[in-house]
T-cell receptor
């Protein structure tokens, strides 16, 4: 079974609008971490934001925020005020706890296209 | 530098040849990962090293693939008898071996082309 599910292969958003990229996960660990990465066409992997399973507040980093709903096991990324440079592939990832051997696994990714 | 270093950055090889890809993780990182990424696709997990534990090899696609990590630091991914379907970017990442907020840091990848 997929442990990280990103159901949107591709998304379009108008410049300056907000967009939500979906991510759901599955783990039996109580302690785990959730991450989002951006991969532009250059191929580098850029870390965006982190949410710990025990963090009560949703993580925010500039225009990025993580909508963490623990009971639903979802960790959606919200990008506010989209810019043309946000066009890229976005990956959701989870680092499991002890049961999962602290391994980081990735979703299949969502390709975001920002329209001018 | 202080980042994850991979070499070579590009490798073109003939079908049937063996190749070795190298990864130098960030010093002190106990966790090291190898992923494979085909053009426009997601990250395919290959293998995971965590400290002195036995590696998680569950992602290796065939017995032509192997990896080792010497001294808890440098790792080498070896592909024997390469096939055209092995053509991809091979990414290495390292992280601290805990669930805390330290993300996995990636190298720039090795682009492998099998002709």
């Amino acid at each position: 079974a997929q442990k990280i599910t990103q159901t949107q292969p591709g998304m379009f958003v108008q410049e300056k609008e907000a967009v939500t990229l979906d991510c759901t996960y599955d783990t039996s660990d109580q302690s785990y971490g959730l991450f989002w990465y951006k991969q532009p066409s250059s191929g580098e992997m850029i870390f965006l934001i982190y949410q710990g399973s025990y963090d009560e507040q949703n993580a925010t980093e500039g225009r990025y925020s993580l909508n963490f709903q623990k009971a639903r096991k979802s960790a959606n990324l919200v990008i506010s005020a989209s810019q043309l440079g946000d066009s890229a592939m976005y990956f959701c990832a989870m680092r499991e706890g002890l049961t999962g051997g602290f391994k980081t696994i990735f979703g299949a990714g969502t390709r975001l296209f920002v329209k001018a | 530098g202080a980042g994850v270093s991979q070499s070579p950055s590009n490798k073109v090889t003939e079908k049937g040849k063996d190749v070795e890809l190298r990864c130098d993780p960030i010093s002190g990182h106990t966790a090291l990962y190898w992923y494979r990424q085909s053009l426009g696709q997601g990250l395919e997990f290959l293998i995971y090293f965590q400290g002195n534990s036995a590696p998680d090899k569950s992602g290796l696609p065939s017995d032509r693939f192997s990896a080792e990590r010497t001294g808890g630091s440098v790792s080498t991914l070896t592909i024997q008898r390469t096939q055209q379907e092995d053509s991809a970017v091979y990414l290495c990442a390292s992280s601290e071996g805990r669930t805390g907020g330290t993300e996995a840091f990636f190298g720039q990848g090795t682009r492998l082309t099998v002709v």
